[in-house]
């Protein structure tokens, strides 16, 4: 059963045009998120965290935002550079756990 | 500078035979874990451990081992009991359990 879902498994986006990248989560315990970002044979980079105490988290270009009634959150990527094209990754955990669950990731395409 | 290595970054595994990867931090963090990637799929944790000399089973931790002698380190190792080893394999490692990630190169595993 997956507990984070990410149900586009690709997106093209126009560079200098917003990216938005979803992910829905069944288990109403998760209290942490994160986005990785992963370029081809490598590994996954931080990009950013939300905490359930709040509905939005900003840091440069990217703006993490969460709706916990609809166990819902979304990356958004203004503006989208070619360079952003990569494989995005967000994963959940409950408070005081260890075990993050990840997502199965979005391909995001960034044309120039 | 600080990060993660894994090494090697491509290795290939004979039938019956068991294969060690390596991972290496110098961030001083207590904690680390192995991580497994198939196509189309989110990671999978393998093994974790919180401190030096401890360590624990993640979701699939049938067919490997690991060691966590010293606080930098904590090498994984594929054994012949593991039946469909070939995959990505990511090293993490954190600050405490729970910590935000930062993760490895990734070492690509395949079988001849």
């Known amino acids: 059963d997956q507990q984070v879902k990410q149900n586009s498994p690709s997106l093209s986006v126009q560079e200098g045009r917003i990216s938005i990248l979803n992910c829905d989560y069944t288990?109403?315990?998760?209290?942490?998120f994160l986005w990785y970002k992963k370029y081809p044979a490598e590994g996954p980079t931080f990009l950013i965290s939300?905490?359930?105490?709040?509905d939005k988290n900003e840091d440069g270009r990217f703006t993490v935002f969460l709706n916990k009634s609809a166990k819902h959150l979304s990356l958004h990527i203004v503006p989208s550079q070619p360079g952003d094209s990569a494989v995005y990754f967000c994963?959940?955990?409950?408070?005081?756990?260890?075990?993050?669950?990840f997502g199965t990731g979005t391909r995001l395409k960034v044309l120039a | 500078d600080g990060g993660i290595t894994q090494s090697p970054k491509y290795l290939f595994r004979k039938e019956g035979q068991n294969v060690t990867l390596s991972c290496e931090q110098n961030?001083?963090?207590?904690?680390m874990y192995w991580y497994r990637q198939d196509p189309g799929q989110g990671l999978r944790l393998i093994y974790y451990?919180?401190?030096?000399?401890?360590?624990q089973k993640g979701d699939i931790a049938e067919g490997y081992s690991v060691s966590r002698e010293k606080k930098e380190s904590f090498p994984l190792t594929v054994t012949s009991a593991q039946k469909n080893p070939t995959a990505f394999y990511l090293c993490?490692?954190?600050?405490?359990?729970?910590?935000?990630?930062?993760f490895g190169p990734g070492t690509r595993l395949l079988v001849l």
């Open positions: 993490a490692s954190s600050f405490g359990l729970a910590e935000t990630q930062y």
């Open positions: 288990n109403s315990m998760f209290d942490y």
């Open positions: 939300i905490s359930s105490i709040k």
């Open positions: 994963a959940a955990r409950t408070s005081g756990t260890y075990k993050y669950i």
């Open positions: 961030l001083n963090h207590d904690a």
């Open positions: 451990s919180q401190i030096v000399n401890d360590f």
